[in-house]
């Protein structure tokens, strides 16, 4: 049984930093590409960013380039998203997704498409006060 279970959010102010963490069990974790999506209240769950199985290529939406890395290891199964700079349109709640079918090691251009992900975690919740 495959579990993803995030971690790290909080309330903070503008400015300022956060990192999530996310773990996966009940799969060879290195062998699937890793991304992270969010929901603000009354929006479509987005991509934030993707990373592949061995952390060498990522991928960004527009609004978090520059400001938010993600990175993984693989040798503790756990993802991680470091979020820089924050700004109260990032208040959302933050989900992990694994295994995507096809290609799953790698995240390809279409990484955004939410249907292909098989696997998702319950979220972590980050409030950025202005």
């Known amino acids: 049984q495959v579990q993803v279970v995030e971690s790290g959010g909080g309330l903070v102010q503008a400015g300022g930093s956060l990192r999530l963490s996310c773990t996966a069990s009940g799969l060879t974790f290195d062998d699937y590409a890793m991304a992270w999506f969010r929901q603000a209240p009354g929006k479509e769950r987005e991509g934030v960013s993707c990373i592949n199985w061995k952390g060498g290529s990522t991928y960004y939406s527009d609004s978090v380039r520059g400001r938010f890395t993600i990175s993984r290891d693989n040798t503790k199964n756990t993802l991680y998203l470091q979020m820089d700079s924050l700004k109260p349109e990032d208040t959302a709640m933050y989900y992990c997704?694994?295994?995507?079918?096809?290609?799953?090691?790698?995240?390809?251009?279409?990484?955004?498409?939410?249907?292909?992900?098989?696997?998702w975690g319950q979220g972590t919740q980050v409030t950025v006060s202005s």
């Open positions: 997704a694994t295994d995507k079918g096809s290609a799953s090691a790698y995240c390809s251009d279409y990484w955004p498409y939410l249907p292909q992900w098989r696997y």
